[in-house]
């Protein structure tokens, strides 16, 4: 299994949307918790995309700590979004799996004090917000571990997932391009 | 009534899902009920070695509910730590700060989590119970005025603390800037729109629960009622406030039992050990652990909005008091013991907290240029307490000579009401579960009801938290034979 980020080619042009000619913004957003051991997988891999993905037109890259409503509300201005986030979903730690964004709920995709990011999105669009639409968003997630224990490292194996995980960020926006 | 002794090994990790389990008696009624969620590990052991200061921006990491909470109390017990007491222009802005994230917070759960439960009706579908659902019976202009709130109050906290969700901002001794007079005229005018939405928060309270009499006889129904003793911070005239002041503890009836310091905290409060759970039970030293019951034998308290309520004598603000004398005039008089009315006292209080938001603002020191005093003491030992909208938040610090962590100990707000959550669980689940009863998903929320009130936050920034949240609630037989679960992942809207 490759280990190494595959380094995409940047278009030359802006992507832009074909009927308006406007160009397309993308929003990369590592979600998690820098202590909490394998819940920082989302941020991390960011780091890991920085490099790869200077002067992408229409890009940004970002991290983020919330799910739900105020993730919602990150995503507000952006015509498409890929979210990075530790998942517990019983695989294998470091298995990489690409969701849509009405799968089941990442580790930050709910909580008690907050709805799921599914019903965000559809209050944020009743309420006028320039969301992105569900299609358009697009679930990266790195099965964790250890999300119970504050660490500042992430455990071995989920840690060897996050070039995968980098990669799959590629591959979707190589497929966006 | 006599169940088996059943062991519930809390070695078994639980995998993300919160575990409700209910034991029954040989006739089918209620005899037990434990509430076991997952809790995170290692946070002493985390802090040792790191420098205290650091501890506001570490601890508002740990949460990603109310980070500002951890912030300000953090940034206190700094203060404590090195004998430093800041500038009157500091503690208003620290003041102010909060009482904006507060209006926040509790705009959010109410909308999002525990009005749904009244507006739509506790036994409407999962799918229609959420923040859709309200939308759809309540009309479009909600949605705006949610929208702007929340992100009025993310704004000015940014403008304030630094940074969006963790402020980078507390120091010991004060803050690390001030603000303009541009800034403070900002501040002011988002505040008297925040004033003027929970106005009508509270109207549509009062239109939709108050005015449906189904809905107060849930409110004052014994399944949600039980009588403790309640806890909450006051300021010199015996008034709510969120940011300083005296804890004070009041009994069942209402009566005075203690109003100390945050640094006494340990001469008051001691935590019992139950062997099924990670998690311990903050009593009233005093009083004495006696279990999972109420009364005024019982150690067992509450610190949730309505506990500050019945704690204090009154709001110090105008509107929020006029709210406060109404609610305990509707529900027969202090204190009100029916967990449901906490939801009323969260709405008050998002009254008062922008009230006092204003009041702030318009207070002459907030623009000083003296806002933060150097501290010069040897570290050794502080606590800092705020009322977190989830209940009383302490930080306590030891630190060697160079200000350098040798211990931690941090009770967050929902930790002082586990004891009660269980509590209100268990009465939940015996009023509602008899011999017969079908246990069906409009049930299991009637339990879930219970303790969504005390928007619980359990382990901090865990967000595998019951409610919303993926939760097994397990029927036993009384030697522990599992007779019926009911499993519900995250409710989505259809």
């Not at chain 1, 009743?126 to 490292?153: L, M, Y």
């Amino acid at each position: 299994m490759s280990t190494t980020a595959r380094t995409p080619t940047c278009p030359t042009r802006p992507v832009a949307d074909p009927a308006s000619e406007r160009v397309l913004r993308t929003l990369v957003l590592g979600l998690g918790n820098p202590l909490l051991t394998d819940d920082s997988v989302g941020l991390r891999v960011v780091d890991r995309l920085r490099p790869a993905l200077d002067g992408w037109p229409g890009l940004e890259l970002a991290e983020d700590y919330w799910g739900g409503l105020r993730l919602m509300e990150r995503l507000v201005g952006y015509d498409r979004a890929i979210i990075i986030d530790a998942q517990c979903s019983g695989a294998p730690p470091g298995t990489v799996s690409t969701l849509p964004a009405d799968a089941p709920p990442t580790r930050h995709g709910n909580s008690a004090h907050d709805v799921d990011l599914w019903t965000a999105l559809e209050f944020g669009r009743q309420a006028g917000a320039a969301v992105p639409t569900a299609s358009s968003i697009r679930i990266v997630a790195i099965e964790a571990a250890d999300v119970d224990t504050f660490g500042e490292e992430c455990t071995p194996a989920v840690a060897a997932g996050i070039p995968r995980a980098a990669e799959a960020v590629q591959s979707l926006l190589i497929e966006w391009r | 009534m006599t169940t088996q002794r059943i062991s519930i090994d809390p070695i078994t990790r639980l995998e993300g899902h919160g575990k409700i389990d209910i034991f029954l008696t040989p006739k089918g009624d209620v005899a037990e009920t434990y509430l076991q969620i997952p809790e995170l590990r290692g946070f002493e052991r985390f802090c040792v070695g790191r420098l205290a200061e650091d501890m506001p921006n570490l601890t508002s990491r740990i949460c990603g509910v109310c980070p500002e909470a951890h912030h300000i109390a953090g940034t206190k017990a700094l203060d404590a730590l090195f004998h430093i007491d800041p500038p009157p222009t500091a503690k208003k802005l620290r003041e102010m700060f909060y009482c904006i994230f507060y209006a926040t917070d509790h705009t959010t759960h109410f909308y999002a989590l525990g009005g749904p439960d009244f507006i739509m009706g506790p036994d409407a579908p999962p799918e229609q119970r959420n923040i859709l659902g309200v939308i759809q019976k309540v009309g479009m202009e909600i949605t705006g005025k949610v929208l702007k709130m929340r992100r009025d109050g993310h704004n000015l906290i940014e403008m304030i603390g630094g940074r969006k969700v963790h402020p980078n901002w507390g120091l010991p001794g004060g803050v690390s800037r001030g603000i303009t007079e541009e800034q403070r005229k900002e501040i002011e005018s988002l505040g008297r729109d925040a004033i003027e939405f929970a106005k009508f928060s509270l109207q549509l309270f009062n239109q939709i629960v108050l005015g449906n009499r189904e809905y107060v006889q849930l409110i004052t129904s014994e399944a949600y009622t039980h009588r403790t003793y309640n806890m909450g911070t006051v300021d010199a005239n015996n008034c709510v406030n969120f940011y300083d002041g005296l804890i004070r503890v009041v009994g069942p009836d209402g009566r005075e039992h203690a109003k100390y310091r945050a640094k006494d905290y340990r001469d008051y409060i001691a935590e019992y050990v139950e062997p099924w759970t990670y998690l311990k039970f903050p009593f009233l030293k005093k009083i004495g652990w006696k279990g999972f019951v109420d009364g005024e034998d019982s150690g067992l308290y509450k610190a949730t909005p309505l506990s500050r309520l019945n704690a204090a004598d009154g709001m110090a603000t105008p509107l929020a008091q006029k709210e406060y004398d109404r609610m305990y005039e509707t529900l027969g008089g202090k204190p009100v013991h029916h967990t449901l009315a906490t939801h009323w006292a969260r709405l008050i209080e998002l009254l008062y907290a922008t009230e006092r938001w204003v009041e702030l603002a318009t207070d002459p020191e907030i623009t000083g240029q003296e806002y933060r005093v150097l501290p010069t003491a040897t570290p050794d030992e502080g606590v800092g307490c705020v009322e977190a909208p989830r209940g009383t938040l302490t930080h306590h610090y030891w630190t060697d000579e160079r200000g350098v962590l040798t211990r931690v100990n941090l009770i967050v707000g929902t930790t002082n009401n586990y004891a009660a959550i269980n509590l209100s669980i268990k009465q939940a689940a015996r009023t509602l579960i008899r011999k017969g009863t079908t246990v069906t998903e409009g049930l299991l929320n009637k339990i879930e009801m219970a303790f969504r009130a005390y928007d619980p936050c359990f382990g901090c920034a865990t967000h595998y938290l019951p409610g919303h949240m993926p939760l097994t609630v397990i029927l036993r037989d009384p030697d522990g034979r599992v007779l019926q679960t009911i499993s519900r992942e995250a409710p989505r809207a259809s």
